[in-house]
Protein backbone atom coordinates (compact mmCIF):
# COMPACT_ATOMS: atom_id res chain seq x y z
CA UNK A 1 0.00 0.00 0.00
CA UNK A 2 1.14 3.96 -1.11
CA UNK A 3 2.08 6.24 1.49
CA UNK A 4 -0.62 8.59 1.97
CA UNK A 5 0.01 12.28 0.23
CA UNK A 6 -2.22 15.11 0.18
CA UNK A 7 -5.06 15.05 -1.68
CA UNK A 8 -4.28 17.84 -4.27
CA UNK A 9 -5.83 19.42 -7.47
CA UNK A 10 -4.66 17.59 -10.43
CA UNK A 11 -5.14 20.04 -13.85
CA UNK A 12 -7.33 18.13 -16.48
CA UNK A 13 -4.24 18.59 -18.82
CA UNK A 14 -1.84 16.02 -16.79
CA UNK A 15 -4.47 13.35 -16.06
CA UNK A 16 -1.12 10.83 -15.46
CA UNK A 17 0.21 12.98 -12.81
CA UNK A 18 -1.60 11.23 -10.27
CA UNK A 19 -0.12 8.38 -10.54
CA UNK A 20 3.56 9.44 -11.06
CA UNK A 21 5.52 9.49 -7.56
CA UNK A 22 9.44 9.01 -9.02
CA UNK A 23 10.97 11.79 -11.01
CA UNK A 24 14.35 11.98 -12.16
CA UNK A 25 15.84 15.60 -11.63
CA UNK A 26 17.03 17.44 -14.59
CA UNK A 27 20.96 17.37 -14.38
CA UNK A 28 22.98 19.07 -16.40
CA UNK A 29 25.48 16.63 -17.80
CA UNK A 30 24.13 13.95 -16.60
CA UNK A 31 20.20 13.28 -17.41
CA UNK A 32 20.72 13.20 -21.23
CA UNK A 33 18.85 10.82 -23.16
CA UNK A 34 20.73 7.16 -22.59
CA UNK A 35 20.73 7.77 -19.07
CA UNK A 36 16.83 8.60 -19.17
CA UNK A 37 16.07 5.61 -20.65
CA UNK A 38 18.21 3.40 -18.28
CA UNK A 39 16.26 4.91 -15.26
CA UNK A 40 12.91 4.59 -16.92
CA UNK A 41 13.69 0.55 -17.13
CA UNK A 42 14.17 0.92 -13.58
CA UNK A 43 11.18 2.50 -12.36
CA UNK A 44 11.44 6.15 -12.96
CA UNK A 45 8.25 7.11 -13.71
CA UNK A 46 9.26 10.65 -15.38
CA UNK A 47 12.56 12.58 -16.33
CA UNK A 48 13.59 15.83 -16.96
CA UNK A 49 16.17 16.90 -19.87
CA UNK A 50 19.20 18.60 -18.72
CA UNK A 51 18.22 22.27 -19.42
CA UNK A 52 18.82 24.36 -21.79
CA UNK A 53 18.86 27.93 -22.56
CA UNK A 54 16.32 30.05 -23.74
CA UNK A 55 19.01 32.07 -25.88
CA UNK A 56 20.90 29.21 -26.69
CA UNK A 57 17.72 27.45 -28.42
CA UNK A 58 17.15 30.77 -30.48
CA UNK A 59 20.52 31.25 -31.46
CA UNK A 60 22.74 28.49 -30.38
CA UNK A 61 23.85 24.97 -32.51
CA UNK A 62 23.58 21.86 -32.18
CA UNK A 63 24.53 21.10 -28.89
CA UNK A 64 21.72 22.81 -27.57
CA UNK A 65 19.50 21.07 -29.46
CA UNK A 66 21.17 17.93 -28.00
CA UNK A 67 19.82 18.86 -24.91
CA UNK A 68 16.00 18.47 -25.34
CA UNK A 69 16.23 15.19 -27.97
CA UNK A 70 13.47 13.12 -26.78
CA UNK A 71 12.22 12.13 -30.19
CA UNK A 72 10.18 8.88 -29.58
CA UNK A 73 11.03 8.96 -26.03
CA UNK A 74 8.80 7.03 -23.25
CA UNK A 75 5.81 8.80 -20.78
CA UNK A 76 6.52 11.04 -18.77
CA UNK A 77 9.30 13.07 -20.49
CA UNK A 78 9.72 17.38 -19.01
CA UNK A 79 12.18 19.21 -20.91
CA UNK A 80 13.35 22.20 -18.90
CA UNK A 81 14.27 25.98 -20.08
CA UNK A 82 16.08 28.68 -18.62
CA UNK A 83 16.76 32.33 -19.09
CA UNK A 84 15.85 35.84 -17.72
CA UNK A 85 14.00 37.70 -21.04
CA UNK A 86 10.62 36.75 -20.89
CA UNK A 87 10.47 37.16 -24.97
CA UNK A 88 13.48 34.71 -24.86
CA UNK A 89 11.83 32.20 -23.17
CA UNK A 90 8.54 32.55 -25.12
CA UNK A 91 10.24 32.24 -27.87
CA UNK A 92 12.33 28.90 -26.82
CA UNK A 93 8.71 27.50 -25.82
CA UNK A 94 7.56 28.37 -29.02
CA UNK A 95 10.74 26.48 -30.63
CA UNK A 96 9.32 23.37 -28.47
CA UNK A 97 5.63 23.37 -30.09
CA UNK A 98 5.34 19.95 -31.50
CA UNK A 99 8.50 18.52 -29.97
CA UNK A 100 7.70 15.99 -27.90
CA UNK A 101 7.57 16.36 -24.41
CA UNK A 102 4.90 16.04 -21.66
CA UNK A 103 5.80 19.29 -19.31
CA UNK A 104 7.58 22.28 -20.26
CA UNK A 105 9.63 23.21 -17.05
CA UNK A 106 11.03 26.60 -15.44
CA UNK A 107 13.71 26.55 -14.17
CA UNK A 108 14.07 29.27 -11.34
CA UNK A 109 16.49 27.64 -8.89
CA UNK A 110 19.94 27.33 -10.69
CA UNK A 111 22.62 28.46 -8.26
CA UNK A 112 25.49 28.71 -11.04
CA UNK A 113 27.19 32.41 -11.29
CA UNK A 114 27.03 32.35 -14.85
CA UNK A 115 23.70 31.96 -15.05
CA UNK A 116 22.56 34.14 -11.98
CA UNK A 117 24.35 36.79 -13.33
CA UNK A 118 22.21 37.31 -16.20
CA UNK A 119 19.37 36.98 -13.72
CA UNK A 120 18.65 33.71 -15.23
CA UNK A 121 17.87 30.91 -12.50
CA UNK A 122 17.50 31.09 -8.94
CA UNK A 123 18.10 34.96 -9.34
CA UNK A 124 14.46 35.11 -10.19
CA UNK A 125 13.16 34.17 -6.84
CA UNK A 126 14.66 37.62 -6.02
CA UNK A 127 13.03 39.46 -8.98
CA UNK A 128 9.25 38.56 -9.00
CA UNK A 129 8.20 40.95 -11.61
CA UNK A 130 10.60 39.41 -13.57
CA UNK A 131 9.54 35.90 -13.05
CA UNK A 132 6.07 36.69 -13.40
CA UNK A 133 6.07 38.19 -16.87
CA UNK A 134 8.43 34.33 -17.49
CA UNK A 135 5.61 32.20 -16.58
CA UNK A 136 2.47 34.43 -18.22
CA UNK A 137 4.99 34.20 -21.60
CA UNK A 138 5.64 30.89 -21.40
CA UNK A 139 1.91 29.76 -20.55
CA UNK A 140 1.01 31.97 -23.62
CA UNK A 141 3.17 30.27 -25.92
CA UNK A 142 3.39 26.68 -24.91
CA UNK A 143 1.15 24.05 -26.47
CA UNK A 144 2.36 21.68 -23.19
CA UNK A 145 1.73 22.43 -19.37
CA UNK A 146 3.87 24.58 -17.81
CA UNK A 147 5.86 23.78 -14.43
CA UNK A 148 8.19 25.21 -12.65
CA UNK A 149 11.24 24.09 -10.30
CA UNK A 150 12.16 26.31 -7.16
CA UNK A 151 14.62 26.73 -4.55
CA UNK A 152 13.44 28.19 -1.18
CA UNK A 153 14.36 31.67 -1.50
CA UNK A 154 17.83 33.36 -2.19
CA UNK A 155 18.98 33.36 1.28
CA UNK A 156 18.23 32.79 4.91
CA UNK A 157 17.45 36.45 4.66
CA UNK A 158 14.95 36.00 1.99
CA UNK A 159 13.24 32.57 2.19
CA UNK A 160 9.99 33.35 0.06
CA UNK A 161 8.79 30.35 -1.44
CA UNK A 162 5.23 30.72 -0.25
CA UNK A 163 4.91 33.94 -2.18
CA UNK A 164 6.72 32.25 -5.01
CA UNK A 165 4.65 29.16 -5.26
CA UNK A 166 1.68 31.01 -5.05
CA UNK A 167 2.35 33.44 -7.60
CA UNK A 168 2.63 30.35 -9.90
CA UNK A 169 -0.09 28.91 -8.86
CA UNK A 170 -2.21 31.54 -9.29
CA UNK A 171 -0.68 31.83 -12.59
CA UNK A 172 -1.68 28.41 -14.19
CA UNK A 173 1.51 26.41 -13.53
CA UNK A 174 0.78 22.85 -13.10
CA UNK A 175 2.79 21.93 -10.44
CA UNK A 176 6.08 23.37 -8.40
CA UNK A 177 8.95 21.51 -7.52
CA UNK A 178 10.94 22.63 -4.82
CA UNK A 179 14.79 21.67 -3.94
CA UNK A 180 14.54 22.69 -0.21
CA UNK A 181 17.88 24.99 0.05
CA UNK A 182 18.41 28.74 -0.79
CA UNK A 183 20.80 29.88 -3.12
CA UNK A 184 23.35 30.85 -1.35
CA UNK A 185 23.25 27.51 0.32
CA UNK A 186 24.06 25.57 -3.07
CA UNK A 187 24.43 21.85 -2.02
CA UNK A 188 25.77 22.82 1.26
CA UNK A 189 23.85 22.30 4.78
CA UNK A 190 20.87 19.86 4.45
CA UNK A 191 17.60 20.64 2.30
CA UNK A 192 14.97 21.89 3.96
CA UNK A 193 11.93 19.61 4.02
CA UNK A 194 9.82 21.64 6.87
CA UNK A 195 9.67 23.89 3.92
CA UNK A 196 8.77 21.43 1.73
CA UNK A 197 6.38 20.16 3.77
CA UNK A 198 5.14 23.85 4.40
CA UNK A 199 4.64 24.47 0.79
CA UNK A 200 2.60 21.02 0.14
CA UNK A 201 0.04 22.80 2.47
CA UNK A 202 0.19 26.16 1.33
CA UNK A 203 -0.65 24.96 -2.39
CA UNK A 204 -3.90 23.29 -3.65
CA UNK A 205 -1.35 22.06 -6.88
CA UNK A 206 1.16 19.39 -6.27
CA UNK A 207 4.25 20.03 -5.14
CA UNK A 208 7.63 18.07 -5.98
CA UNK A 209 9.81 17.45 -3.26
CA UNK A 210 13.72 17.54 -4.24
CA UNK A 211 16.60 17.63 -2.24
CA UNK A 212 18.72 14.97 -0.33
CA UNK A 213 17.00 11.87 -1.17
CA UNK A 214 19.36 9.05 -1.71
CA UNK A 215 17.86 5.66 -1.05
CA UNK A 216 14.34 3.70 -0.54
CA UNK A 217 14.18 4.64 3.30
CA UNK A 218 14.88 8.82 2.60
CA UNK A 219 12.55 8.63 -0.21
CA UNK A 220 9.89 7.16 2.05
CA UNK A 221 10.80 9.69 4.79
CA UNK A 222 10.62 12.54 2.80
CA UNK A 223 7.08 11.50 1.37
CA UNK A 224 5.93 10.67 5.48
CA UNK A 225 7.76 14.11 6.20
CA UNK A 226 5.94 16.49 3.68
CA UNK A 227 3.23 14.82 2.43
CA UNK A 228 5.23 15.89 -1.51
CA UNK A 229 2.48 14.43 -4.32
CA UNK A 230 6.30 13.46 -5.95
CA UNK A 231 9.73 12.79 -5.08
CA UNK A 232 12.39 14.17 -7.77
CA UNK A 233 15.85 12.60 -7.66
CA UNK A 234 18.85 14.49 -8.62
CA UNK A 235 22.62 13.32 -7.07
CA UNK A 236 20.67 10.16 -6.25
CA UNK A 237 20.22 8.65 -9.26
CA UNK A 238 23.76 9.92 -10.86
CA UNK A 239 25.27 6.37 -11.02
CA UNK A 240 22.58 4.67 -9.48
CA UNK A 241 19.55 3.76 -12.05
CA UNK A 242 18.81 1.36 -9.66
CA UNK A 243 17.49 4.00 -7.17
CA UNK A 244 13.74 4.33 -8.88
CA UNK A 245 13.46 0.31 -8.51
CA UNK A 246 13.82 1.04 -4.75
CA UNK A 247 11.48 3.96 -4.54
CA UNK A 248 8.62 1.54 -6.61
CA UNK A 249 9.77 -1.27 -3.46
CA UNK A 250 8.06 1.54 -0.84
CA UNK A 251 5.35 2.71 -3.61
CA UNK A 252 4.54 -0.93 -3.44
CA UNK A 253 4.98 -1.52 0.10
CA UNK A 254 7.42 -4.30 -0.15
CA UNK A 255 10.83 -4.32 0.87
CA UNK A 256 13.62 -2.88 -1.32
CA UNK A 257 16.53 -5.68 -2.96
CA UNK A 258 20.11 -4.35 -3.19
CA UNK A 259 21.19 -4.44 -6.60
CA UNK A 260 23.74 -7.45 -7.46
CA UNK A 261 26.86 -6.52 -8.34
CA UNK A 262 26.73 -9.08 -11.58
CA UNK A 263 23.60 -6.63 -12.70
CA UNK A 264 25.91 -3.30 -11.97
CA UNK A 265 28.33 -4.33 -14.03
CA UNK A 266 25.84 -5.53 -17.19
CA UNK A 267 23.38 -2.35 -17.03
CA UNK A 268 27.43 -0.44 -16.91
CA UNK A 269 28.36 -2.12 -20.28
CA UNK A 270 24.36 -1.49 -21.22
CA UNK A 271 24.85 2.26 -20.67
CA UNK A 272 28.08 2.22 -22.40
CA UNK A 273 26.39 0.82 -25.26
CA UNK A 274 23.74 2.70 -25.31
CA UNK A 275 26.03 6.19 -24.66
CA UNK A 276 28.03 5.24 -28.18
CA UNK A 277 24.92 4.35 -30.02
CA UNK A 278 23.60 7.69 -29.21
CA UNK A 279 26.82 9.78 -29.71
CA UNK A 280 29.35 8.07 -31.54
CA UNK A 281 32.50 6.49 -31.12
CA UNK A 282 35.05 7.90 -28.83
CA UNK A 283 32.23 11.02 -27.34
CA UNK A 284 30.02 8.05 -26.17
CA UNK A 285 32.92 6.64 -23.81
CA UNK A 286 33.81 10.23 -22.40
CA UNK A 287 30.79 10.52 -21.41
CA UNK A 288 29.47 7.48 -19.29
CA UNK A 289 32.82 7.71 -17.81
CA UNK A 290 31.37 9.70 -14.87
CA UNK A 291 28.20 7.57 -14.48
CA UNK A 292 30.60 4.21 -14.20
CA UNK A 293 33.13 6.02 -11.78
CA UNK A 294 29.80 6.74 -9.35
CA UNK A 295 28.42 3.36 -9.87
CA UNK A 296 31.33 1.53 -8.64
CA UNK A 297 32.32 4.11 -5.68
CA UNK A 298 33.00 2.54 -2.62
CA UNK A 299 33.65 -1.44 -4.06
CA UNK A 300 36.88 -2.57 -3.27
CA UNK A 301 38.72 -2.86 -6.32
CA UNK A 302 37.09 0.38 -7.80
CA UNK A 303 40.01 2.57 -8.62
CA UNK A 304 41.66 0.14 -10.36
CA UNK A 305 38.54 -0.95 -12.18
CA UNK A 306 38.19 2.72 -13.31
CA UNK A 307 41.92 2.77 -14.14
CA UNK A 308 41.33 0.17 -16.74
CA UNK A 309 37.99 1.64 -17.72
CA UNK A 310 39.26 4.81 -18.24
CA UNK A 311 42.21 3.74 -20.48
CA UNK A 312 40.34 2.84 -23.40
CA UNK A 313 38.38 4.77 -25.78
CA UNK A 314 37.22 1.27 -27.66
CA UNK A 315 33.56 0.72 -26.30
CA UNK A 316 34.14 -2.59 -27.15
CA UNK A 317 36.55 -2.23 -24.81
CA UNK A 318 34.97 -1.08 -22.09
CA UNK A 319 32.16 -3.31 -22.45
CA UNK A 320 34.61 -6.49 -22.46
CA UNK A 321 36.26 -5.40 -19.28
CA UNK A 322 32.55 -5.33 -17.45
CA UNK A 323 31.52 -8.26 -18.86
CA UNK A 324 35.01 -10.00 -17.30
CA UNK A 325 33.99 -8.24 -13.83
CA UNK A 326 30.47 -9.53 -13.92
CA UNK A 327 31.87 -13.08 -13.53
CA UNK A 328 33.49 -11.71 -10.13
CA UNK A 329 31.71 -12.44 -6.41
CA UNK A 330 30.67 -8.95 -5.04
CA UNK A 331 33.71 -7.47 -3.88
CA UNK A 332 32.30 -5.93 -1.16
CA UNK A 333 31.56 -9.82 0.07
CA UNK A 334 34.25 -12.55 0.83
CA UNK A 335 36.99 -10.09 -1.63
CA UNK A 336 36.16 -6.84 0.83
CA UNK A 337 37.53 -9.02 3.71
CA UNK A 338 40.31 -10.06 1.57
CA UNK A 339 41.80 -6.34 1.94
CA UNK A 340 41.27 -5.56 -1.57
CA UNK A 341 41.64 -2.12 -3.00
CA UNK A 342 39.40 0.28 -1.63
CA UNK A 343 38.40 4.25 -2.29
C1 LIG B 1 25.50 17.94 -11.75
C2 LIG B 1 24.18 18.62 -11.46
C3 LIG B 1 23.52 19.26 -12.49
C4 LIG B 1 22.30 19.91 -12.24
N1 LIG B 1 21.62 20.48 -13.28
C5 LIG B 1 20.37 20.98 -13.07
C6 LIG B 1 19.58 21.46 -14.15
O1 LIG B 1 19.97 21.42 -15.33
N2 LIG B 1 18.34 21.95 -13.86
C7 LIG B 1 17.85 21.99 -12.57
O2 LIG B 1 16.71 22.43 -12.35
N3 LIG B 1 18.57 21.54 -11.54
C8 LIG B 1 19.80 21.01 -11.77
N4 LIG B 1 20.50 20.49 -10.72
C9 LIG B 1 19.87 20.43 -9.39
C10 LIG B 1 19.13 19.11 -9.21
O3 LIG B 1 18.10 18.96 -10.15
C11 LIG B 1 18.51 18.99 -7.79
O4 LIG B 1 17.60 20.02 -7.61
C12 LIG B 1 19.57 19.07 -6.68
O5 LIG B 1 20.70 18.28 -7.00
C13 LIG B 1 18.98 18.60 -5.34
O6 LIG B 1 18.46 17.31 -5.44
P1 LIG B 1 19.31 16.01 -4.95
O7 LIG B 1 19.66 16.22 -3.51
O8 LIG B 1 18.35 14.86 -5.18
O9 LIG B 1 20.51 15.95 -5.79
C14 LIG B 1 21.73 19.89 -10.94
C15 LIG B 1 22.43 19.25 -9.91
C16 LIG B 1 23.63 18.61 -10.15
C17 LIG B 1 24.33 17.92 -9.02
Not at 4 to 17: C, F, G, Q, Y
Not at 158 to 182: C, D, F, K, P
Not at 208 to 226: C, L, Q, W
Not at 314 to 328: G, K, T
Request: glycine share 10%; aromatic share 8%.
Amino acid sequence: MSIERKAVRIDSRTPWLKDVRRMLSPMSGVTDRPFRDLCRAYGMQMGFCEFASAAGLMYGGEATWKLVDTEGEEDWVGIQIFGAEPEHLASAARLMLGRRHDVLDLNFGCPAKKVVKKCGGSALLADLPRLEKIVQAVIAESDKPVTAKIRTGWDEDSVNYREVGLLLQEAGIQWVTMHGRTRSQKYRGEANWDHIADLVETLDIPVVGNGDVVDAASYEKMIRHTRCHAVMIGRGAFGNPWIFREMESVDQGVVPKPVPFEELCRVSAEHVRREVEYRGEPQGCYSVRKHLAKSFRGYPGAAALRKRLFATEDSARMIAILNEVACFDDPRGAGAAAGSEAE
